[in-house]
Every structure is written in C-alpha cells, then in structure tokens.
C-alpha cells in the first residue's frame, strides 16, 4: 500500500495521501481482523519516515461500519477547500456500483485506480464506459501506472502464521514485523 501511495502522489499529481484503516470493514463484517487500534498502530511504523503520507484515525474514530460514502461526505464537510481521490484497486472498480452509496461517492471525490496488467485494466476500461457511467453521474475515474509485486496482505499475513520472521522477504518495514511479533497478530 505504501508503494501504491507513493506511486499516486507522483502518478496523480497530488500534495499528500493519508492511510485510513476501517473501523468495522463493510465487506468483512462477521470476519476476525485485528483491532483498529493495531492496524493504526503499524500504519504510523511503517509510515514514519515517508514524506506527504500520513496515517489517519478518521475511520477510526466512528462507531459504525466505515462506509466509504460516509467519509467522503464527512471529509468534504469538516475540509471543504480539498479536492478528494479515493484510491482504490482495479478489482474494486469492477463492483463500485454494488458499494454503499455510490452516487455519494461520485458525487464527493475523483477516483484513481491502480490495476494488474493486462486483462485486468480493459475489465475496468470497459466496466466505467459500460456500467459506471451510464448508471451514475459525476464518474470521474483515472488509472495510475504501478508495477505490483506478487505479495498481497493475504500473504504475509499466511506467511507470518507458518513462522516467517523475515520482514524483507515479508515486504514489510521491520518496525512492524517487530510489532506483529510483539502484540502477537497473524500468529
């Protein structure tokens, strides 16, 4: 995630990108994650040396499911001179219509997107032309260029559970294996 900030401030112009982890995901609801206050936590490790990105608890803070809607509007409302972009995966473009409140969403923030090579990016190209935007108004949405690397949150955090301790081969800052270990999360 830190890689794709990077790349979007670069990619898409922008003066700084902040990190939001959820309170209560709406897609993982039912499912064991690790508290908020953890993933927080690790957020500031890994972002402490980086420039223009910055972790927020503004997610956090709520009490309800962090409804990405929810937070554009209450972003706009508490910031109202920023310009806001939602970055997101490509594979999350695919379903955007099947989110909370899309419309609110259009209606509160440009969206960038980063997809895998390949096929991947003409699904988007052709789910926006032929799905988004004539359903809703207010579509603004732009790829960023990213070479992704093969590790997904999923695998390290399987890797974590079967032992590995190695946060070069984990991809992950050092800081935040040393709190993983510590706090005993994935394990």
Not at 128 to 134: A, D, G, M, Q, R
Not at 148 to 165: E, H, P, Q
Request: charged share 25%.
């Amino acid at each position: 995630h830190i890689r794709i900030a990077k790349t979007a401030l670069v990619e898409g112009g922008l003066s700084e990108v902040w990190l939001m982890p959820a309170k209560i995901p709406p897609h993982k609801t039912g499912q064991d994650i690790v508290d908020g206050s953890h993933r927080y936590n690790m957020l500031k490790l890994a972002l402490k040396s980086e420039n223009n990105i910055f972790p927020s608890d503004f997610e956090l803070v709520r009490e309800s499911v962090s409804y990405t809607s929810d937070t554009l509007v209450a972003l706009n409302k508490e910031f109202p001179n920023e310009e806001f972009f939602l970055i997101i995966g490509g594979d999350s473009v695919l379903y955007l219509e099947d989110w909370h409140e899309p419309q609110v969403i259009f209606d509160n923030c440009s969206i960038l997107y980063v997809a895998r090579e390949g096929s991947e990016i003409e699904k988007c190209e052709n789910h926006i032309e032929n799905v988004l935007k004539p359903a809703f108004h207010n579509v603004t949405i732009s790829p960023f260029d990213f070479k992704f690397d093969n590790v997904s949150s999923t695998d390290i955090r399987n890797m974590i559970k079967a032992g590995c301790r190695e946060y070069e081969k984990l991809d992950i800052p050092e800081d935040v294996l040393i709190y993983i270990i510590e706090e005993k999360l994935y394990i």
